[in-house]
Each structure stands twice: as structure tokens, then as C-alpha cells.
């Protein structure tokens, strides 16, 4: 059997096996943006795509202890982790990164004797992609990885991989190893071949939501002018920098500021609230249910985020989606989403004063506000979870 015939029959084998052996460290009811668009994947690919079987490892946590394993449909997941169940909503701390590999590794090989999977799916390069790279050379499997942001770029933070050679070095090897690789947005594949020398082809991959959840829950709006910001409180999300720019708004009696999320940040912003006297106004309303965030979301008037960078920002999908203007620095990913004029307003990371004017020109702009508006929803149709899962499994080469 000559070389090609021996691809072309390994490929119709493939299409064929359509079980994945998938790694995601962090799964809701912990974890960002990463966890939450792998269990929306997972709910619609159980919900619309029967024929693709999907096995999950991820860490336990304080509601699923681990080895309590879930199923809904044609996907399992398996929670590991039995010494280190993740206890805190908003932070995993390095010692959970580091740790995945070890009790992911093992739980992949078990599986992978127990089962026939075709691919193995990565999401995150750090700490899922090492464990997917491993799991694939043993068994011979083709390697799909998706890059989130905060996986290789954390601006704020030391140990960002992008600053440290080992992990450069070993996200380059895992990228450049895989079969195919993703990116969830137009700038994540820019730091991808710009911070770590990736000579493989990075394909765009948008992430998204359930829009059937958005539903419109607007009786009436807030009687002040309210913007709301949604995200964990780490200083990645640059709040101080939009507290700061609340405060001298010159409208700050006629506006309130909610800020949906807890994280480790909430004592220092606590702090900085009183110190600014703008207690009155601005509110840390930290976890709240997806109905509650909903209901919030829809009284509000325009959505606000400060961050010094987002991968992509799942948050901006929520807001648009429920009728929103944007208002947000120029991050990386919100341009994948935001356009100028069009459904929002950016302006330079960690600006305080252009912050705070865009802020106060969707206040005093009716004619502005009025247009950003009736664009809002409208601009985030391909971001629907249904056209986005398609997407994922053309990547996955699991289409029909």
C-alpha cells in the first residue's frame, strides 16, 4: 500500500470515528470565558449533533467532587483532581495549573484504552494543551488545540508564558506539533506568531454564547443612567482604571456604575470607591445568577470595560446581544466584536480621561446613543453558539 492510499484510508477511518477525547482544565461552575464556552460546545453538541461522542477531563470542584462524573446525552465529563478539588469561583492559582497534568495525563490514557477516539481536542495551551499533546503521541491521535488569551498573554501579570522561555518554548512545540490550531480571535493569532515564533498555519476560531438564554427581560430601565460591567475582578480587567474614569465624570449624580463579578481585586477596589466618594454611585454586586445577570444587564443602558486585554470577551457577546451599547478600551479581542461608532466606542488601554469621555458622550449623545443601540444586537449573529459549534466542527473535521 503506497503512502498516499495508506493517508486516504487513515483519513475515511477518521471520518467515520467521531468520539473526542477533549481536555479543558477549568469547566463551569468555575473557571472564565474558556470553561463556560466549553460547556455551551458540549450543551449543543448534545442538544443538535448526536452522531459526534465528546469525553471531557477537567478539575473537580466545591459543587461536582472529583470522580463524580456527569453526562448529559452523547457527552460525559470527567472531573480529576482528588486531592486538589478547586474551591475559589474566580482564580485557579498556578499550583492548579501545574497540577492538571498529573492527574489529566493518567485519567487520558484510561480512556483512551477504554475507548476508540479519533482526536483529541485542547482547549487552552497551557495546562490542557501539554496534557492533549501527550495523550495524542501515545495513542497516535490527531491534535486539535484552541488558544484562549490569558493562556499565552497576561499583561498585568509575571508569569505570563509569554515572558518566560521554558513556556515559550513549550506552547511553540505544542502549537507547532498539532494537527490544527485555532485562535479565538484576530489578536490572539497575532501574539501567537508575534511572542512565540509559531511557523504553523493559526486559524480564527470565534467562541460564543446560547442566545436562546438571552431572553428580553426588560419591564423598564433603571431611573439613572447605568452602566454595567461584567467580568471576574482581577487586575487584568483594569477596574480601577474605570472607577477612576466614573469619577470624574461631570454627570457622575445623574449615572450609577454596577459591576458584576467577585475576584481577588474586590478589597482594593472596595477601598478605592470610598477613597474617590463614589460609594453612592458605584456598586460591587459580585456573583449573581445568569437570570439576575440577565435582568441587570437588560435595566441597564450601556455596558463598560476597562481591561488592559481580553482573548476575546464573551461579555461583550452578552451585552450586544442584549441591547447594549459598548463602551471599552481597545483591548485586542473587542475590536474581533466592537466597531467604532457602529456599536460602541474604544478608546487607548489604561486611559483614563478618553474612557471617561466616551462614558459621558453616550450620556449626552442621543443621536450616538440611539444608533449604537439599534446596531447592538444585530452586530453579534455569528457569535450564536449554534453557528459557532458548526464552525467548531468543520475545525474538528466532524462535519457531516
Known amino acids: 500500500m503506497t503512502e498516499r492510499q495508506l493517508i486516504k484510508e487513515t483519513s475515511a477511518e477518521s471520518s467515520k470515528n467521531r ?6 482544565y477549568e469547566y463551569p461552575p468555575l473557571g472564565g470565558g474558556g470553561g463556560c464556552f466549553a460547556r455551551d460546545l458540549l450543551y449543543e453538541i448534545a442538544h443538535s449533533h448526536q452522531d459526534v461522542e465528546v469525553d471531557l477531563v477537567t478539575f473537580g470542584n466545591y459543587k461536582f467532587p472529583p470522580f463524580i462524573s456527569e453526562q448529559f446525552g452523547n457527552v460525559k465529563v470527567h472531573r480529576i483532581g482528588k486531592f486538589l478539588p478547586r474551591k475559589n ?30 482526536r483529541v481536542y485542547s482547549v487552552f495551551t497551557f495546562p ?24 499565552i498573554y497576561k499583561p498585568t501579570e509575571g508569569y505570563s508564558p509569554h515572558k518566560h522561555l521554558l513556556l515559550k518554548v513549550a506552547a511553540r512545540r505544542i502549537i507547532n506539533n498539532a494537527y490544527k490550531v485555532n485562535a479565538i480571535s484576530t489578536d490572539v493569532r497575532e501574539k501567537i506568531y508575534k511572542f512565540y515564533g509559531v511557523k504553523k498555519e493559526v486559524e480564527v476560531g470565534h467562541i460564543g454564547i446560547p442566545f436562546t438564554t438571552l431572553t428580553n427581560l426588560r419591564d423598564h430601565k433603571f431611573d439613572l443612567f447605568t452602566f454595567v460591567a461584567l467580568g471576574r475582578l482581577d487586575t487584568r480587567k483594569g477596574y480601577d482604571i474605570m472607577i477612576k474614569a466614573f469619577a470624574i465624570l461631570p454627570q457622575t449624580s445623574e449615572c450609577q456604575l454596577l459591576i458584576i463579578s467577585d475576584g481577588p481585586e474586590k478589597g482594593h477596589l472596595l477601598r478605592l470607591i470610598d ?24 435595566k441597564s443602558h450601556c455596558f463598560v470595560l476597562s481591561s488592559y486585554h481580553e482573548g476575546f470577551g464573551l461579555a461583550y457577546i452578552e451585552a450586544l446581544n442584549s441591547s447594549l451599547p459598548v463602551v471599552s478600551t481597545a483591548n485586542g479581542g473587542v475590536e474581533d466584536i466592537v466597531s467604532e461608532g457602529y456599536n460602541g466606542l474604544l478608546s487607548p488601554v489604561g486611559d483614563i480621561e478618553g474612557l471617561s469621555e466616551n462614558m459621558s458622550r453616550i450620556m449626552q449623545d442621543q443621536e450616538l446613543y440611539t444608533k449604537l443601540l439599534s446596531n447592538s444586537r444585530k452586530s453579534v449573529a455569528q457569535f450564536n453558539i449554534t453557528s459557532v459549534t458548526n464552525n467548531y466542527l468543520s475545525f474538528l473535521d466532524l462535519n457531516s
Do not use: W
Open 89 to 118: 469561583r474566580a482564580t485557579s492559582g498556578i499550583l492548579l495549573l501545574l497540577a492538571y497534568p498529573f492527574f489529566a495525563i493518567p485519567k487520558g490514557i484510561m480512556l483512551s484504552l477504554r475507548n476508540k477516539y479519533s
Open 128 to 151: 490542557s494543551g501539554f496534557v492533549g499533546a501527550i495523550v495524542s503521541i501515545l495513542f497516535n491521535k490527531r491534535h486539535y488545540v484552541t488558544v484562549i488569551g490569558g493562556d
Open 19 to 24: 468520539r473526542v477525547l477533549m481536555f479543558c
Open 275 to 298: 477613597e474617590l466618594g463614589v460609594s453612592s454611585r458605584v456598586h460591587l454586586l459580585g456573583y449573581v445568577s445568569d437570570k439576575e445577570k440577565y435582568q441587570i444587564m437588560a
